[in-house]
DNA sequence: CGTACCGTTGAGGTGAGTCAAAGTAAGTGG
DNA sequence: CCACTTACTTTGACTCACCTCAACGGTACG
């Protein structure tokens, strides 16, 4: 996996900051993904947005490609464009465990830029991906000038609208079935398209191995989910295109099991 | 499992902030825990300083007691003094899943507190437990107000001191071995006692059933693992009293399978 | 002395990992 | 266009760690 980096970004937005250049006409439109709903509530001054716009940066990186790796230290805050990164780190065996999946919108790096510390996980690109990057200093900044700014940013963190609220990542220990149908919940939720007859078609942005390391599992044992679930009618594969007659029914594996242990089964 | 609510912090915070009092002489004593160490590197004005240290409780739990619950509204945020306390979830099977312990000077509750959204655990007192409160409104208002302030509590989030970071928690799919041999470290660093030796001694401020529930396994299988460890003669148990001769031996069992899975077997 | 809970041990079942091999898709070069 | 390579996917057989169920010993407490 080769490797690009940021650099330029640090540098421009210390020099940016040293000279306290005014671009009074200068709007923040490289300023998208996640942080843009904040920012339009944000009443910057139209210095501090042209510094913002100023020190950003979006770069393309290729699947495979690291963009940050665990280790290293923070060099800013970055926000997924387009395409899928997977945040993963070593575990006590040495082996990649995945953390979270971060897609269009999604910020990642904030741990370790707010705790001073190196990153605790390497991302990388799942697939060809668009990363936006705003370097530290001005983010710290920004967020020190303005607690509005800083409310909404630690707000968005909190509530991580990423995908890692999924349950097959905060749940390893529930069998792999439950877990890749939660899975294809979340996946149908940001990539599907409604197919008219009530069923959902999603076009997988990855493969059964990346899959399986998402889940935590072996790519073997989600095949194995896979012609399960086709077994019983719940969703038809094609390579990675996916197609769901009945959401609901397929989900119900999910919070089914709630529903069941709780109150006995229902029909 | 009963309940004690802080419903008196928030109000008399409320009423503190509007009458605006000041109190020139008093020290923040109450603030201890974990964010001692930020309250004194931090300018706060006499009056906020007075403000916080009045819309402060503190409150005695017994073993069992529920300090907040899944789904609650977030009142403010918490830390504890002293005892043991576990944040748990319910899972899709509605079991208890351990999200993290929570010791001496660690904080709790600050997520929902900064998402603004409903606890996403229940904080459950595994020992008895002192609990300071501080109300949602105060820190907000502080947080707010002093930039030093909130780039301190969000760095000590961020970190996350607690005991979170240990692998037991963050690798469910590591052996239970592995996983109850962290525990035990975590719990000697910060329960332990020098026996003069090399030997520590640990007593466990839990029991066997909590432990399981922390590692995500079965008491039987806990059981099983300290028979193991103790054939092998890493630990010697007296119901919840531990005494490891060599430490550094047994901790090898956590780090161990890194270096050997890393660069073969070493002896 | 009985009840209740905790902790330990044994027997048996099972989900998922491992290993091995065959099937499939996608490029590559002649 | 076809052989060939390569990587990805699927299936089967086997193994194993942990869970489940059940029984038993220990201790506290009424």
Redesign the pocket.
């Known amino acids: 996996m080769s490797r690009k980096d940021f650099n330029g970004a640090s540098a421009g937005a210390d020099y940016a900051l040293r000279r306290g250049q005014s671009h009074p006409t200068v709007k923040c439109a490289r300023i998208g993904c996640g942080l843009q709903s904040c920012m339009r509530e944000v009443p910057f001054r139209t210095e501090d947005a042209a510094l913002l716009d100023r020190s950003t940066l979006v770069r393309n990186f290729e699947r495979g490609e690291e963009i940050f790796s665990e280790g290293d230290s923070s060099a800013g805050l970055y926000c997924v464009r387009s395409g899928v990164v997977l945040l993963t780190y070593k575990d006590a065996l040495r082996a990649d465990k995945a953390v979270r999946m971060v897609g269009p919108s999604d910020l990642m790096g904030y741990r370790s830029l707010f705790a001073e510390e190196p990153h605790g996980t390497s991302a990388e690109a799942l697939t060809a991906c668009h990363v936006c990057f705003f370097a530290k200093n001005v983010i710290l900044r920004l967020a020190d000038n303005y607690p509005v700014f800083s409310r909404m940013l630690f707000r968005e963190l909190a509530r991580d609208k990423g995908l890692r609220r999924a349950r097959f990542m905060r749940e390893p220990h ?4 439950i877990r890749f149908a939660d899975f294809l919940r979340v996946m149908e939720q940001r990539y599907g398209v409604d197919e008219g007859d009530g069923g959902v078609c999603v076009q997988l942005p990855i ?3 990346q899959i399986a390391s998402v889940l ?9 989910a ?2 399960e679930l086709e077994r019983e009618g719940l969703a038809v ?1 094609d ?2 295109r996916v197609s769901i007659p009945d959401p609901g029914e397929l989900y119900r594996i999910v919070d089914g099991g709630t529903v069941a242990a709780d109150s006995g089964t229902l029909t």
Chains 1, 2 share one sequence.
């Open positions: 529930l069998p792999i079935r493969m059964r191995r935590s599992a072996r790519p073997e044992s989600v095949a194995r896979i012609t594969f390579g990675r």
